[in-house]
Every structure is written in C-alpha cells, then in structure tokens.
C-alpha cells in the first residue's frame, strides 16, 4: 500500500513490483552459504487458524528453517531463513548440504531431523537438549538464532497484515538480505539495482504460483 501511494500506481500494480524485489532478493540470498560458527532452529511462518488444529500439525503454518553465522567473539554475521517441506533428516541433509560449507560448526536443539546435520561432510554437529516453550530460548548457545527469529516474525506482523503461506520465502528472503546488509545501508538500493537488472523477469502468472520451496 506504500509503495501504491508512493509511485502513484495502483495496488495490483505495486504488489507485483514488490514481488519482483523480494524475488530478486530471494535469489541472491541463495547462493550464500554460512560457515565457521552457526546456530540453527526450526520455525514456522503463519499460525494457527481459528477452529483448527494446534500445533506443528496447525493449517496455515510453513516450516522454515533459521541458521545464523556468528564470529568468534558470538556476535551475529549474517542468516538465512529457508522455507523447507519438514523437519525430516532427509529434508535438514539436504538444506545443509546446499548451504553449510565445510568445517562449520553448528549447535541446534535436540530436534531428531537436526542429526542429519552431523552427517554433512566436514561440518560439526553440537545438539543441546533445551526443553520447549520459554526455556529453549534462554539457551545462551542458541541466543542469536533466537533473537532473530523474534525480530522476523515480529517484523511481519508490524509490516505485513496476513502474508500468505505460499510467499513465505520472499518475506523471509527479504528480511535476511536487507539484515546481511545491514552495515552497508549507504549501497543497498545500488546493489538491489545491480541485482534486479539480472534477475529473469517475473510476470504477474510466475509470481502469484505457489512459490513453496521444493
């Protein structure tokens, strides 16, 4: 509705435009993989809807995963929010192959999918039993991974009013390339640029499929 307001179009015509950025975020976030030291999590995106079940199993929630690469010193680098199928070994295998470089070191909770992980050549796998709700979060080992996905989320909700399941990794992949960015603020519509006049077109047919990662 801002960028409607902004640019004098109408709203049909903005959503799409604002599509075609997050898209073009989304594919340039793809390509980075984390490495040295990275907490991971599972997350949802959405919630429960009214009457449904509760839960993992909840209508309208899409698993994601949450990674985010810390110095040595702990503090946050840089992330990647993942939308996956589930939390299955094979599905946690084959999001760490694709992005975990050798010699990672990650630390997760103790969520069985998560063992896949260790099974990655040359990463290492730390699992700490957390116990759920509240207490998982104060984990100090978990501490960032945690803090950014309250920032996301909380994010959404101040920003977006309802984002739909099916664009769930553009809102992430949006978030996460202006975050990795974030210390470079004076370059981000120049580098958006450079990006864009790369990126295939997205016409209104493409970008309103279920865009869900396979």
Request: charged share 25%; glycine share 12%; hydrophobic share 40%.
């Amino acid at each position: 509705m801002a960028l409607s307001r902004e640019l004098g179009i109408g709203y049909d015509a903005a959503w799409l435009l604002k599509h075609k950025l997050m898209q073009a975020m989304v594919e340039r976030e793809g390509r980075r993989q984390l490495a040295g030291w990275v907490q991971l999590d599972d997350a949802y995106f959405g919630g429960e809807r009214r009457g449904g079940p509760r839960g993992r199993g909840a209508d309208g929630k899409q698993a994601f995963v949450a990674a985010v690469q810390c110095s040595e010193e702990g503090h946050p680098e840089v992330m990647r929010l993942d939308v996956v199928k589930g939390f299955s070994a094979d599905e946690i295998g084959a999001w760490a192959t694709r992005h975990l470089a050798p010699d990672t070191v990650v630390v997760s909770d103790a969520l069985a999918g998560f063992n896949a992980v260790g099974e990655v050549a040359g990463t290492s796998h730390r699992r700490l039993r957390t116990g759920s709700g509240g207490h998982k979060c104060d984990h100090p080992a978990l501490r960032w991974v945690n803090v950014m996905l309250g920032n996301v989320k909380t994010a959404l909700r101040g920003t977006y009013h309802g984002p739909r399941r099916k664009y769930a990794q553009r809102y992430l992949g949006e978030f996460c390339y202006r975050f990795n960015r974030r210390f470079e603020l004076h370059r981000l519509v120049a580098r958006l640029t450079y990006v864009l006049l790369r990126t295939p077109p997205l016409p209104y047919r493409m970008a309103t499929v279920d865009a869900i990662a396979g």
